[in-house]
């Protein structure tokens, strides 16, 4: 059977007052530059509690690679699928998951939920709440009792088509949150759930304390890139050194000479760098033959990466492959109390890089 495909317009027509929906083809230019995936299991975000996982686990749900279809393959439940799904004839009027968020807490300004594969058993619809709870296991234990009454809409109750990507930007929620109940109403399948937004950190007391100032749970948004054919600009600024080529940055083969690549990546805060690192982690065949790293100060902007006020902070470096490549203070340039707002990191001539660490002090 054909699946309908609504346009824009009948989307925009069905859609609750307040709530701006994204065309599939816009979620990544909408949000992936100014904001981070809130839920995603790469910061460690995770499934709490859930009312029902009968056909396909809830955490499934926070993946970051994109949903695969198996057909065919069936389990001792049934067909597989990718992602979180329920039993049929929910008497209840909506299943649920708890999702602790990969940061200390974040404010959301979009969601999406993909239904990639899931087509007949998709969910109809779904809304997402959230709540401010800080505390570590006993406020994740104290969200998920039966009783709890501290959610807060975060997007109202919304269709959801089969087989396909759908996204609404909540700019209207402004506060932060610690933890969000994805809703479907009544039942059914949903692969993927994404959580855009910022994080907000929780800054040491001492400002001369040094930090990761680009980490993605500090606030580190990588904001453009040359190119990221492989391997998506927001990997550099996640956690720990991944598990393969998969979760890092990687560019196209040039076949230009004098070809470079680039990402700027915007600081959680303002701040004087101390240290660099450069991990190319898994990248052993295919690691920039070298790099240069220069800082701006652009608070309140989006710099060109041809802006005349980039400042070299680490000349030009060769790279080796498979290793976290470190360059203290004393190998770095105009870095003495010059604070910086944004980052450029250039490889030459192109790439694979796992991370991208800048650690300093806040300005």
């Avoid at 049929?88 to 594969?117: C, Q, Y």
């Avoid at 990221?228 to 940055?249: A, T």
């Avoid at 700027?264 to 805060?269: E, N, T, Y």
Wanted: proline share 6%; charged share 25%; glycine share 12%.
């Amino acid at each position: 059977m054909d699946v309908q495909i609504l346009s824009p317009e009948v989307i925009q027509d069905i859609q609750p007052n307040g709530i701006e929906p994204i065309h599939p083809d816009e979620i990544a230019s909408t949000f992936s530059s100014n904001y981070i995936d809130l839920v995603s299991s790469a910061l460690s975000s995770r499934v709490l509690s859930t009312s029902d996982e009968w056909f396909a686990p809830a955490s499934a749900l926070l993946t970051p690679k994109n949903p695969i279809r198996r057909p065919g393959v069936y389990v001792h439940s049934g067909a597989w699928f990718d992602g979180w799904e329920t039993r049929r004839h929910n008497p209840e009027p909506f299943d649920w998951v708890i999702i602790r968020l990969g940061v200390a807490s974040g404010k959301v300004r979009g969601v999406e939920i993909d239904t990639a594969f899931f087509d007949g058993n998709h969910a109809p619809a779904v809304g997402v709440e959230g709540c401010f709870m800080p505390g570590g296991m006993e406020a994740d234990q104290k969200v998920v009792e039966r009783g709890f009454a501290g959610w807060e809409e975060v997007l109202e109750k919304v269709e959801c088509g089969a087989s396909r990507r759908q996204a609404w930007k909540v700019e209207g929620v402004g506060k932060a949150y610690t933890h969000v109940r994805l809703c479907m109403f009544p039942d059914g399948g949903i692969a993927r759930f994404r959580l855009y937004g910022t994080a907000v950190p929780v800054w040491p007391e001492a400002r001369a304390e040094v930090v990761e100032l680009s980490a993605a749970v500090m606030g580190g948004v990588a904001v453009s890139c040359s190119d990221q054919h492989f391997g998506g600009k927001e990997n550099l600024l996640l956690p720990g050194r991944g598990v393969d080529m998969g979760d890092g940055w990687e560019t196209r083969r040039s076949r230009e000479q004098g070809h470079v690549d680039w990402a700027i990546v915007r600081l959680g805060a303002m701040g004087v760098v101390e240290r660099l690192v450069i991990d190319t982690a898994h990248f052993r065949g295919n690691f920039p033959q070298a790099v240069r790293v220069e800082g701006i100060d652009a608070e309140g902007e989006t710099p060109a990466v041809d802006d005349a006020r980039w400042v070299e902070v680490l000349g030009l470096q060769k790279l080796g492959p498979d290793h976290e490549h470190v360059y203290g203070k004393e190998g770095l340039r105009h870095v003495d109390e010059k604070a910086y707002t944004h980052m450029k990191m250039t490889i030459i001539p192109d790439g694979g890089v796992k991370r991208f660490r800048v650690f300093g002090r806040r300005a």
